[in-house]
């Protein structure tokens, strides 16, 4: 049974850093075709933040390039998002989420539809 659970998340001042962390279980890390960050502000559509494939190549949102890094750790099943000079823009519900296998969407894409496995998210709050 594959589970993702996301912890990291916190309240901070506009400028400010964060990492989030999705510990994943039930699934064989290092091969999994693409894993991601995703998220979700009231009121608005769930959207792709980074992406990694499985050998390490990247994806980000514009809104985040420069300012946010997607990294895993192979040995500790972890997934991580490095998050600096947050904005209150960065403020929503954030999630991990994993596609086993290509389904005929890109990693890089970061469609929500393409991904299988979610986590139940961990807020992220940024005052100005």
């Known amino acids: 049974q594959v589970q993702l659970v996301e912890s990291g998340g916190g309240s901070v001042q506009a400028g400010g850093s964060l990492r989030l962390s999705c510990a994943g279980s039930g699934y064989t890390f290092p091969t999994t075709y693409c894993m991601g960050w995703f998220r979700q502000a009231p009121g608005k559509e769930r959207e792709g933040v980074a992406t990694i494939y499985n050998f390490g190549g990247t994806a980000y949102a514009d809104s985040v390039k420069g300012r946010f890094t997607i990294s895993k750790d192979n040995a500790k099943n972890t997934l991580y998002l490095q998050m600096n000079t947050l904005k209150p823009e960065d403020t929503a519900m954030y999630y991990c989420?994993?596609?086993?296998?290509?389904?005929?969407?890109?990693?890089?894409?970061?469609?929500?539809?393409?991904?299988?496995?979610w986590g139940k998210g961990t807020q992220v709050t940024i005052s100005s």
């Open positions: 989420a994993v596609a086993l296998v290509y389904s005929g969407s890109s990693c890089a894409e970061m469609y929500t539809n393409a991904m299988r496995y």
